[in-house]
């Protein structure tokens, strides 16, 4: 009961968000400045998608690694399950796993030296 | 001889495990050229319902420290900032990943009628931010962090009852 009470109110603060969100997107929608198509990376090459309705010029060529690929559901670029663990797709976990640890380990140092000198500014009794 | 953690309550356990899962699931989700699209959206979709947990298993934290807010040296307020800050960088990198589903939501037969250029770019900045938060959530938090993990690898044996 005790457990429904509080999923409730987590419930409830996680609505008030998303409202304001909803809210954000439309009073604001422009607000981001989007493009309108998507830019994701797979296997190394960034894959820039094109809105259903948009038209490259005739003969016109994206630069070397870009991929254009058409809006809609047999566009959607997938790797297969064996694919995850080609070095070029690791390479992108890899880096996330990095940025974290990195910012992990600098507020762990910045928090042991604050404690630190708070220990050493205390008058010793 | 059966072998158990030294001291560890089951909901630190719990706490431990259960963090520790959403952590690696949220770095395999942020790494979309890891996973590519499909897993991406139904790992993030996972998360979503995850963190709705992770954050009602810590309601008690929230209210008390909400509470403590007031007090002119309370403690945990950058904590409290922090995770609130990630509260809602975390739900509208959610909201906006659903709302730009190709693959999980129509296969689940949803539709959504959103276009336009705010959800693509709005999903993009919050995982950017969510990226620098979570970790800061986490070394926040590393002295409980590694307290437990210490008495998780410090096993002893459970020694039997006299017969």
Redesign the interface.
Known sequence: MR?LR??A???A??TA??L???A??HVA??????????Q?????RVVKGLPASAQPPPGAKPPPGIELTRGG?SS????QLG??LQPV??A??W???W??????????LV?AGFRKRRRASRPSR | MPIVSASVPARTRLDFWFDAVILVGYTVAYSYGFTGVVIHEWLGIALGIALLLHLTLHWDWVVRTTIRLLRPRGPDKLIWLVNLALLFFMTLCVLSGILISRVALPELGIRLPVEGPFWDPLHTLTAEVTLGLVPVHVALRWRWIAGVARRLVARRPLSRRPQ
């Open positions: 457990f509080q999923l109110a987590a419930a603060v996680v968000v998303v304001i969100g909803l954000w997107g929608p422009g607000s981001l400045g989007g493009s309108g198509g998507r994701f990376t797979v296997r190394g559901p959607i670029p997938s790797l694919d995850l797709n690791l992108v976990l880096k996330t796993a940025i974290e640890a990195a910012v992990i380990a600098a507020v762990v928090d």
